[in-house]
């Protein structure tokens, strides 16, 4: 059974960076044509992707955050981290990471139930 | 652009059909994919590339595409299918990946 599960600070004060770890298990990040991403959702507005990173370690990020994320993976103990910097109100939302079935691009068939991430002071 | 255009609200009877459409500019020549969204819950991938279905989801959902234009099809749209939907597809020009701004289903 595949799972993956987020984890971080519930709340962030602006300015501050933010690392959100996603757990997984089920699957190996190490396997061939397999990629995992993260996606984030304001409330009550669309989902927006944020960055990706796949099985041979390449990364790709939105084009409008790309100067404030980094994506990483631990693939020994099962674990994607995304770093966020100068974290602002409008940040706020809930934060999920997902599989994406290999080899279909942008195709998320495994979901983490996600993360509420608030930033005030 | 690769700006991902959809209707905001989407309404249909029950047990009738209903299109879903997403536009962009840079689907021309893509595979789109989509998502279901119940309040509360995670998305749900219902189609990927183009037209394939997930093991689970009901043969009610369908994909089609052409020219700019992606569309899922509810065929005997159900109460359950009530929720968001987006569409998404990677920017191979730009090495991103990009959602529509999703529709709200109703079923009436």
């Known amino acids: 059974q595949v799972t993956l599960r987020e984890s971080g600070p519930a709340l962030v004060k602006p300015t501050q960076t933010l690392t959100l770890t996603c757990t997984f298990s089920?699957?190996?990040?190490?396997?061939?044509?397999?990629?995992v991403s993260w996606i984030r959702q304001p409330p009550g507005k669309a989902l927006e992707w944020l960055a990706r990173i796949d099985w041979d370690d390449d990364r790709y990020y939105s084009t409008s955050l790309k100067t404030r994320l980094t994506i990483a993976k631990d693939t020994s103990r099962n674990q994607v981290v995304l770093i966020m910097t100068n974290m602002d109100p409008v940040d706020t939302g809930t934060y999920y990471c997902?599989?994406?079935?290999?080899?279909?691009?942008?195709?998320?068939?495994?979901w983490g139930q996600g993360t509420m991430v608030t930033i005030s002071s | 652009s690769s700006d991902l255009t959809q209707d905001p609200a989407v309404s249909v009877a029950l047990g009738q059909t209903v299109r879903i459409t997403c536009q962009g500019d840079?689907?021309?020549?893509?595979?789109a994919n989509w998502y279901q969204q119940k309040p509360g819950q995670a998305p749900l991938l219902v189609i990927y590339r183009r037209n394939s279905r997930p093991s689970g989801i009901p043969d009610r959902f369908s994909g089609s595409s052409s020219g700019n234009t992606v569309s899922l099809t509810i065929t005997g749209a159900q109460a359950e299918d009530e929720a968001d939907y987006y569409c998404n597809f990677w920017d191979s020009s730009g090495d991103h990946l990009v959602f529509g701004g999703g529709t709200k289903l109703t079923v009436l």
């Open positions: 089920g699957f190996s990040l190490s396997t061939s044509g397999m990629s």
């Open positions: 840079s689907l021309r020549g893509s595979y």
């Open positions: 997902a599989r994406m079935l290999r080899g279909v691009i942008g195709a998320f068939d495994i």
